[in-house]
């Protein structure tokens, strides 16, 4: 089968500059119908409730359902054996130098020893991470989502903020199937998900990519 990440559309991701560094692509796939098979495929077993609502000062609060399938260039192996044919594909399609090396071409001066991390997770009613640039070790993030007819009442939105506050909002990204965003993170990057709503009647569903300096970890 041929690629299912469009890693043209990577390399010419438009870069926006303000508040920082980040770009939206519409259409992450090569092929609409893998996108559609993607959607359909995606894994509903096996993730488990992170739950830090009251975190230590500095740290995240965050509740959101994760399923690990590489970690510190390792892959899950038993998580990833019960991903569909399709799935599996695209995670070795991550973990290939291929991928790494178009996301990375978007991070000047990017060190070639970084570390993959994917990860999945699916938000429920009351899911949400607040505001945070992500942690110093991270040097870049790949976020594609796979939901369909999103509605905004849902809130869930992906938020691009000019600084810590959750109101303070740039750009919203709605979490629809085929549209990813690519964020080279700094002190600026401040991003997060308001909590989806009580009556959201899907999970939110993202697929996470972190490029990552190989001694750091979440
Ligand atoms: O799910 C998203 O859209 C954002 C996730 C995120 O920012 C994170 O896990 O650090
Ligand atoms: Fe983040």
């Not at 991070?107 to 505001?131: H, K, M, N, S």
């Not at 070790?137 to 849902?154: C, E, M, R």
């Not at 909002?169 to 993170?185: E, H, K, N």
Request: glycine letters at 6%; hydrophobic letters at 35%.
């Amino acid at each position: 089968m041929s690629s299912i990440i469009d890693e043209h559309a990577i390399r010419s991701a438009p870069l926006r500059r303000t508040p920082y560094r980040y770009a939206v692509l519409a259409d992450s796939f090569t092929d609409p119908a893998l996108t559609r098979r993607l959607g359909a495929e995606f894994p509903r077993e096996g993730f488990a409730l992170s739950d830090r609502e009251r975190a230590e000062p500095g740290q995240k609060r965050y509740r959101t359902f994760d399923h690990q399938l590489v970690r510190h260039d390792r892959p899950h192996t038993a998580n990833l054996a019960a991903l569909s044919p399709l799935w599996q594909q695209l995670v070795a399609e991550l973990r290939a130098p291929g991928y790494r090396a178009a996301l990375a071409s978007l991070v000047p001066q990017a060190p070639d020893d970084l570390a993959l991390e994917v990860r999945l997770t699916r938000y429920g009613p009351g899911c949400w991470i607040e505001p945070h640039t992500d942690r110093p070790d991270k040097v870049v993030t790949h976020l594609f989502y796979f939901n369909t007819g999103w509605q905004s009442a849902w809130q869930g939105d992906f938020r691009v903020l000019n600084g810590p506050d959750i109101e303070d909002v740039a750009d919203r990204v709605r979490p629809a199937l085929g549209t990813s965003l690519i964020m080279i993170r700094s002190d600026r990057s401040w991003h997060g998900v308001p909590p989806v709503s009580a009556d959201c009647p899907q999970d939110r569903l993202t697929l996470l990519v972190h490029l990552h300096h190989p001694d750091g970890a979440r």
